[in-house]
Structures are given as structure tokens and as C-alpha cells.
Nanobody, 119 residues
């Protein structure tokens, strides 16, 4: 099992910044990608940013240039730096880890952290 615990959510003004953290623990063998997803009220969960074990990153068009995903392996923590926040960034943000083994292919999720951006 993999445990993911998010922190760092809260409220910000438009144009402001927040940094989300995702503490990772448990058996990370076979985890080949991690990412941040978000779900706004009445909308489907969507990918915000992804980071592969090889260091490649991928961003949603809506956040590209404003958000940065990173990790600190020594601290077993993944981050999402969010700058130039917009009201449309308001959502619950979830940390995700994907295990890709032939015999164990699954996703793990954190409990989510709420981000509210006011205009």
C-alpha cells in the first residue's frame, strides 16, 4: 500500500500563490508516475500536473506556466507550486500515485486538500 497525505491548501487572492505538499509513505516499489488532480464543484476530476519517475513533467493547458510540480526524494514529498492563481483554480486538489507492475497496476489517492481563490 501507498499512503498519500496532502497539505498546504487554503484560501488565496487572485494573483497569489500557494504550495501544496504530498507526503508519500509505504511501499513505493513500481510507482512510475505521480501527479496532482483537481475537482471543482459540479465538474469531473482532471489532471493538473504529472511527474514521472524519470523526471518528465506534463501540465494541463490551463495551468501551464503558472504551476510547477516537483519532488524531494529525500523527504518523500511531492509539491505543487501554484502561482498567479485564478478563481477558476478553486477546487479540491488530490495527490495521485500510479503503480505500473504486470501484477499490480493501480492508482493511489490522497484525501484531498481544498484550494479557494477569490477575485
Amino acid at each position: 500500500q501507498v499512503q498519500l497525505v496532502e497539505s498546504g491548501g487554503g484560501s488565496a487572492q487572485a494573483g497569489g500563490s500557494l504550495r501544496l505538499s504530498c507526503a508519500v509513505s509505504g511501499n513505493i516499489f513500481g510507482i512510475n508516475a505521480m501527479g496532482w488532480y483537481r475537482q471543482a464543484p459540479g465538474k469531473q476530476r482532471e489532471l493538473v500536473a504529472a511527474l514521472t519517475s524519470g523526471g518528465s513533467t506534463n501540465y494541463a493547458d490551463s495551468v501551464n506556466g503558472r504551476f510547477t510540480i516537483s519532488r524531494d526524494s529525500a523527504k518523500s514529498t511531492m509539491y505543487l507550486q501554484m502561482n498567479s492563481l485564478k478563481p477558476e483554480d478553486t477546487a479540491v486538489y488530490y495527490c495521485n500515485a500510479h503503480r505500473a507492475l504486470p501484477y499490480d497496476n493501480r492508482d493511489y489517492w490522497g484525501q484531498g486538500t481544498r484550494v479557494t481563490v477569490s477575485s
